[in-house]
């Protein structure tokens, strides 16, 4: 991972499969279930912003997962991710 805006971006993705899998909402009302605003929530989807760990609370706990937990999924994607690249290169 080269920069931090690679990790909003894996953060998102994470976020995003997660409610599309799982939730299987649309953005604006996830948000609202979680108490959220949709525009926070959609700039993290995207990857475009930093959220606090309360923020970030509220929509694990959507989900019944734990911040490692969590993280361990942000950071399988990333190694797939990383895996991919070199596969490519050669």
């Known amino acids: 991972m080269e920069?931090?805006?690679?990790?909003?971006i894996a953060v998102?993705?994470?976020l995003r499969k997660l409610r599309k899998e799982q939730a299987k909402l649309p953005y604006d009302?996830?948000?609202k279930r979680c108490g959220i605003a949709?525009?926070?929530?959609?700039?993290?989807?995207?990857?475009g912003r930093s959220t606090t760990l309360n923020t970030l609370?509220?929509?694990?706990?959507f989900y019944?997962?734990?911040f490692s937990e969590f993280f361990r999924?942000?950071?399988v994607d990333?190694?797939?991710n990383d895996s991919g690249d070199s596969q490519s290169e050669k």
């Open 73 to 75: 999924m942000v950071e």
């Open 29 to 31: 009302e996830f948000s």
């Open 3 to 8: 920069h931090q805006s690679d990790l909003h």
């Open 12 to 14: 998102g993705k994470r």
């Open 64 to 66: 019944n997962l734990s």
């Open 38 to 47: 949709k525009n926070q929530y959609l700039f993290l989807e995207q990857g």
């Open 57 to 61: 609370s509220l929509i694990l706990k």
């Open 78 to 80: 990333i190694e797939k």
